[in-house]
């Protein structure tokens, strides 16, 4: 029995509180929960049994046989309880992996074994790296440092080659699909037919330029026909499998921003278009299920709003019924016959709330409202919204938090909280309009934060989002100064002490801002710092840059290495030693052009720590983050 489980807890506040003084502090942050059961008066656990919702006062984990998993690189099978696992593969290594996401983790994917309905089967990936040159990360913990090398693809350079087989647990044999050379080829999205008996996946070109929706015989591995294909001459983006439907397993639901937007079309499993099921200026964000009863699919889209996430029951006329209250951003978790739905939702003024929504009858119900964690502390004013983009006409949100004890008649020191990349946005009508607990924490000591999502963000439609294409970075920061000239115009922002920060993108838009505009923003802190896009990864860095070799114009533009010589303000970077995702040659290259330029940034490394600081690393990289603007920026 497929058991959904639900913790009742705040997730957004991950600051610990000092009652005395009533302020927010660092010395409990935490990404671990603990503060959650501090500032809840009830830790509340939900799981669907059967049609029926339950409450308890223990959390168990479902146990389902058979269970595949990986160990070294190889695959094992477990078919039941106090059996010993089945080794699968044999031969996996660092270079030759089995089960495991590939590709980067690019396309949607985040798994690498796919079992079919009945769990007699299961399809895999096979990733073969022996190509790829390594990059050299060193454990310096070892008594003598040790090389310890990932395989890292850069842009233009030689990809991995993946192939796809399919084990039966009856037979204890493998099939692989009959895929050809799979030099240059990248797939995705691997799904199963109802029946077990095939293998839906979409395939991508290496320029990202085109994909196909393909069907493999799973018993024999032969492709059996290409359902459908689509074109873009930027790039297209697969991200979602084809989802069948419970009562016509001739039928499927296909994702396509081919008019635009992220839409939904039914297809027959003849690859014949039947209807789109979705159109208008919004994106459709996941498909959580189907309700049987009354043959819906239950969706979650910004529909309503750019800010807002909402769960409709969508049928197959192309008929949409909200299904919750129409505010504030919602996540929902279906039963597993579809006519149930815990509706989990924030607002702007709400923290945390949960709603029971019947499908069929279209009802809602109030079940529980989380009470305000920060409720007698000294809170920011926490505004939002819109200003024009670089271009003229396009709308662009913001979000402004203001410290606890503002006073319009005087000016502030403020900080320009940026991240501005693909697949991400900052501002949404969430608990606090979406803001970090870090923000908070900085406006209690007197700075105020603008937050912006610029053109190149995610939910905003095809044509915002590919603006960036070729030119990452340079229509963002177009857009962000858009945000600065907002900023001049508020009398209480102190435009002499201008500050700037983010992290992965945010880091290279960072560190892009500070010398591109070296006169309007005064210390920067750019965490995890792409500098130069010929060093990062071949999926992400080709789709939105091509390669270096087609698109040298762009290359050179978007490098911030013949920038350094710009840096007039205080600048430190930030990053973990051992990042395997913007690999330490980015910041010791931009070091290096620094010295031979005689700029003079700062420079701070987490050893051990990857692309992302862990638990007390985390407490002390916001604690330096902070400082470096108390000490340079006040």
Known sequence: MKRI??????????????????QFTLEDLNFGGKNFRQMSPKYLRLWWDGNKLVNSDTLTKPKGYPQVFTREHNIYVQTAVGNEPQQVTTDGSRQLVYGEAVHRNEFGINSGIFLSPDKSRFAFYRMDQSMVTDYPQVNTFERVAAVEPDAYPMAGMKSHKVTVGVYDMKTAKTVWLELGDVTDRYFTNICWSPDNRSIYLFEVNRDQTDTSLDVYDAETGKKVKTLYTEHNDKYVEPLHPVAFLPWDSNKFILWSDTDGYRHLYLYNTDGKLLKQLTNGNYVNMEILGFCKKNKSVIIRSNEL?????????????????????G??????????????????????????????????????KEYFVSP???????????????????????DLYYRLVLPPDFDETK??????????????????????????SWETYM?????????????????????FEQVTFRHLGQEEMKDQMKGVDFLRTLPYVDMERLG????????????????????????GVAGGPVIDWKWYEVMYGERYMD??????????????????????????IIIGMNDPTVVPQHALQFLDACVKAGTQPDFFVYPGEGHNMRGHASVHLHERITQYFEDYLK
């Not at 502390?377 to 200003?387: D, E, H, L, Q």
């Not at 406006?443 to 044509?463: P, T, V």
């Open 305 to 325: 709003n750019p800010l807002q996430s909402n769960l409709f029951a969508l049928d197959m006329n192309g008929k949409r019924t909200l299904l919750d209250n």
């Open 372 to 394: 305000n964690p920060w409720e007698g502390y000294a809170v920011p004013t926490y505004k939002c919204g819109s200003i024009k983009a670089a271009d003229g006409t396009t």
């Open 5 to 22: 489980i639900l913790a009742m807890a705040m997730t957004v506040a991950t600051l610990g509180i000092n009652a005395q003084q009533k």
């Open 327 to 364: 505010k504030g951003v919602h996540y929902g978790i279906l039963s597993d016959d579809g006519t149930q739905l815990v509706d989990v939702y924030s607002t702007p003024d709400t923290p945390r709330a949960y709603d029971i929504i019947n499908t069929v009858k279209k009802t809602r």
């Open 547 to 572: 390669t270096p070799e087609t698109n040298p114009e762009g290359y050179a533009q978007t490098s911030l290495l013949d920038k350094a010589k710009n840096l007039k303000g205080k600048l430190q």
């Open 443 to 463: 406006a209690q000591k007197g700075y105020i934060l603008f937050i912006l999502d610029n053109r190149g963000s995610e939910n905003r439609g095809r044509e």
């Open 411 to 436: 000016k502030y020191p403020t900080v320009v909280y940026v991240y501005g990349g693909p697949h991400a946005h900052n501002v949404e009508a969430s608990w606090h309009w979406g803001s970090r």
């Open 500 to 523: 700037v920060h983010g992290w992965s993108f945010g880091g290279f838009m960072t560190t892009s801002l500070m010398t591109t505009y070296p006169d309007v923003f005064k210390v």
